[in-house]
C-alpha cells in the first residue's frame, strides 16, 4: 500500500517564545479564527493511500488496539491520530468507553511543539486511552469553537462523548494528573 502525505502551509516556521499558551486572538497569526483580522493563510493535509484520500492521520503507524465505526472513524490506542472537524466526532464514538484525550494546537505554537513529543510517549504508553490531535486552523474553526478552545495548547479529556476535564497550557503533569483522575472516576 502507498502512502502519500502532503501538507502545505503559507506560512513560515513558528518564531513565538517558548511560553505555555498562545493566545490565537493576540498573536495575529491565527486567521480570522478568534477575532484576529490577520490575512487567512493556507494550510492543507491529504493522505492518500491507494486511491482513496482520507482526513484521518495518525502520527504514528503503530497502534495496538482499533476500534471502528464505519469506514472512515477508527480509534486507535498506542499512538495519536491527527483529526479534524469532520472526523472528530465520529472518532470519538468510535471510541465508546475508553477515555479520549484531544491536543488542541496549532502549527506555529512554540508551546504545542515543545509538548508534543511528550504527548506521543504518553500514548504509547497508556494503552486503554484514545490521544487525539487537532489542529486550529481556519478549516477546523468551527470545532475549536464548538470545543471553546482560546489558547493553544489546550487539551480535553472526553468520557462517553463529554469533556469532564480540560487542561491549557503546556503542562504535562497536570495532564498525566487529570488523566488519571479521570480513570479512577
Known amino acids: 500500500m502507498a502512502l502519500r502525505l502532503s501538507i502545505s502551509s503559507s506560512h513560515g516556521p513558528a518564531t513565538s517564545p517558548a511560553i505555555s499558551t498562545c493566545r490565537p486572538a493576540t498573536c495575529g497569526r491565527f486567521p480570522g479564527s478568534f477575532g484576529s483580522t490577520a490575512p487567512a493563510q493556507k494550510r492543507s493535509l491529504s493522505v492518500m493511500t491507494g486511491s482513496e484520500t482520507r482526513g484521518l492521520t495518525p502520527a504514528k503507524s503503530s497502534g495496538l488496539e482499533t476500534t471502528s465505526v464505519g469506514a472512515e472513524a477508527v480509534a486507535v490506542t498506542g499512538q495519536v491520530t491527527e483529526v479534524n472537524k469532520d472526523t472528530f466526532w465520529p472518532i470519538v464514538k468510535a471510541a465508546g468507553e475508553k477515555i479520549v484525550v484531544v491536543d488542541m494546537y496549532t502549527q506555529w505554537c512554540g ?3 515543545v509538548i508534543a513529543p511528550k504527548f506521543q510517549e504518553m500514548s504509547e504508553k497508556d494503552l486503554d486511552v ?22 493553544v495548547p489546550t487539551f480535553k479529556i472526553l468520557k462517553d462523548g463529554k469533556v469532564v476535564k480540560e487542561i491549557t497550557g503546556a503542562k504535562i ?10 480513570k479512577s472516576s
Do not use: S, Y
Open 130 to 151: 484514545v490521544f487525539l490531535k487537532l489542529d486550529c486552523n481556519q478549516d477546523n474553526r468551527p470545532l475549536a469553537k464548538e470545543l471553546g478552545i482560546k489558547v
Open 173 to 182: 503533569d497536570e495532564l498525566v494528573n487529570a488523566i488519571k483522575t479521570v
Open 111 to 113: 508551546p504545542c511543539k
